[in-house]
Structure formats: C-alpha cells, structure tokens
C-alpha cells in the first residue's frame, strides 16, 4: 500500500510516501481502508519530535517508533481480529487509530491502518469521510475539557478563546448543545464562521482584548493560553471557571525540552487553592464512550464538522505547513483515493 513514512524527527519536508506492508491487525483491532484523515496540532509535534519530552511519552526517544504518522481516520472496515466484535468488514467508521491516550504516530496517513475498535464508532451516514475524518482528536478534546458538558450551565455564559480553530469550533457547537451563551474569540476572518456554527456573539482579538471587557463569564475556554490566568480572572463570575488548552504554536514557545509543559503542571498544583481552576482529576477518559457521544452529536445534528481545505495522501507535508503557517477555519483534511487494481 501506499503510506506516508516517518523515519526521523524534524520539518515536514523528512516525511516521503512510499510503497510499504499492508497492515495486519492485533486480535482487538480491525483493519479500515482509510479514504480520509484529518491534521491537528499534535501530527506537528510528533512529525518534528518537539518538545523534546513528547518524546518520551509514546513517540520514541531518537526516531519515531511507529513509522506511519497521524491518528484520526474515517473509512471502510477491511477486516477484523479474532477478538474484535464491534465491526464486521464493510462498516464505515471514523475515530482515532492510536491506543489509549499516546502521544505516537498512529498510522493514518495510509490506505490502509489497523486501529483498536474501541477507539472507532460507527459512521454516520448522512456526514461524508472528509467530515467524519475532522471530528475526532479535535472532538475528544473539546468534550473532555468540557467535562462532557458538566462545566457548562444551561444559560451560562461561556467565552471561546481560539474559536475558529479545529478544537474551537467543536468547543463552540458542544456549549450551544450543552445550553450555554456563546462567545467566540477569533481573527477577522473567522468570525463570520465562527457565528454560523452558533455563536451568539463573537470578538475580533485583532481590534478588542476580551480580558478588558464589561461582560462577564460562567467559564473562559482558553485553547490558544495567550492570556494569563491572572487576567482572564478578571472577566469571570465569582463561580466562573477556567480551563487551559493551550499549545506551543508550533515551537515558537521557544521551550524545546519541555514545551508548555510546566504552564499545565503549575496550574495543577495551583488548583486546590485556586477557585477558578476546575478540580483535580486523575482518571482518563474512556475513549470508546466519548466516541459514542461524538457520533450522537453528529447524528443529532448538533455538531457539524468544519473542513477548512482538503489535501491528497502525497501532499502531506504540504498540509502540515499549512496549519502552522495558515489560519485554517476549522479542520485541515487528507484525502486517499483508491485505484482498483486489475
């Protein structure tokens, strides 16, 4: 089959596509004819192995463990393993191929990967591949932080830092189904889909500083961490609650061996002594659950995925370029076509 490989951490440009094996799967896993995979934030800093304590969460210390990168697929079931029950060949699925919550290359950027079945759900029929592929990495995210909506009052006012983003923009459409007030914060040129995706008010960062209005919050869902908590304080309600995202943008953090990782760990240990920082919670998410939840919203009709652009199999390293150096509005999509062999 055809793959893009990933043999040495660095710039997109180390990736290459090549012919390699086709994938067999582990007795809980199938194997999914991948006709779309989407890009996200994490693919940059597995691809580039930066920072470099990522490395050790799953990646691999020197080169990439697993030679194929990406993690969010949708596509048709190939085949099954021996233990896997959930999917019979033929079922259209989308979610993530990695296991458990590692930080790793998964494999996606194939036409062919074996995931766990618990990491898939079934897909809905009326939301093609492209969509489907938008929605995982980025959906969990948001539903997680959300606290599967248990941060979120019905009426409550909830402000979007990083609206018009491939988080944000999921972020956005749960606080609208969860019943809150919506505020999106973005550039100006995303806000006019930030409001068709059901903001009920927007803020255009490049003109006005949300930390320095009138208006005040049930909760700031801060996803690019451009503010400091001291100030986003200043904006809440005196039961307001906020919750970091935050990323490196991309390396330009400047803190190659540890990222924004001490940033995360400080507002940990500030939490018990700090009202309005959500409490501790050590256990993981289940992922098979949360998938289940994501395809309900999107059956429902509550979520839309946003595909922003959408690039072939061999343009990938173009693709991540565009994220770290664009504004995509929304998901930035891979696309696989299939040539039947004869």
Same mark, same amino acid.
């Given at each position: ?10 710039? #997109? ?46 990646? +691999?210390? $020197? ?31 989308? @979610? ?32 093609? &591949? ?8 980025? +959906? ?27 988080? @944000? ?19 100006? +040129?995303? $806000? ?32 690019? +961490? ?27 953090? =400047? ?17 018990? &002594?700090?009202?309005? $920082?959500?409490?501790?919670? &050590? ?8 998938? $289940? ?17 959408? &690039?072939?199999?061999?343009?990938? #390293? ?11 509005? =929304? ?12």
């Amino acid at each position: 089959m055809k793959a893009i490989t990933h043999t040495k951490y660095g710039p #997109p440009d180390v990736l290459e596509l090549k012919e390699v094996d086709k994938p067999t799967p582990k007795d809980d896993e199938v194997v999914v004819k991948v006709y779309a995979a989407s890009i996200h934030p994490d693919v940059w800093h597995v691809v580039s192995g930066l920072p470099y304590a990522l490395r050790l969460m799953g990646s +691999g210390l $020197l080169k990439p463990k697993n030679q194929i990168p990406g993690t969010d697929i949708a596509g048709i079931v190939e085949s099954v393993g021996k233990d896997a029950t959930q999917f019979k060949p033929g079922d259209e699925v989308f @979610g993530e191929c990695v296991r458990g919550h590692q930080w790793t290359n998964g494999g996606a950027y194939a036409e062919y990967v074996s995931a766990p079945e618990d990491a898939l759900a079934q897909k809905p029929a009326d939301i093609t &591949f492209e969509q489907a592929a938008a929605v995982p990495t980025s +959906g969990l995210i948001a539903l997680w932080n959300l606290c599967d909506g248990a941060l979120v009052q019905t009426g409550g006012k909830v402000l979007i830092n990083g609206a018009g983003g491939g988080v @944000g923009a999921f972020a956005v459409q749960f606080a609208k189904a969860f019943g809150a007030e919506v505020t999106g914060v973005d550039h100006t +040129g995303k $806000l006019d889909m930030v409001k068709s995706i059901g903001a009920d008010h927007v803020i255009d960062y490049t003109q006005e500083n949300f930390t320095h209005s009138d208006e005040r919050y049930d909760l700031i869902f801060d996803i690019p +961490g451009n503010n400091s908590l001291s100030s986003c304080k200043r904006v809440l309600k005196p039961k307001g609650k906020y919750v970091l995202i935050g990323y490196d943008h991309f390396g330009n953090a =400047g803190k190659l061996w540890l990222g924004s990782l001490p940033r995360f760990f400080k507002l940990m240990m500030m939490s018990p &002594f700090v009202k309005e $920082l959500p409490n501790l919670n &050590f256990s993981m998410p289940n992922k098979k659950k949360s998938m $289940l939840i994501l395809r309900e919203l999107l059956e429902s009709g509550k979520i839309t995925p946003v595909v922003d652009r959408t &690039f072939p199999l061999k343009k990938v #390293p173009e693709a991540i370029c565009y994220l770290k150096e664009g504004h995509p509005k =929304g998901k930035v999509v891979i696309t696989i076509e299939h040539v039947t062999k004869t």
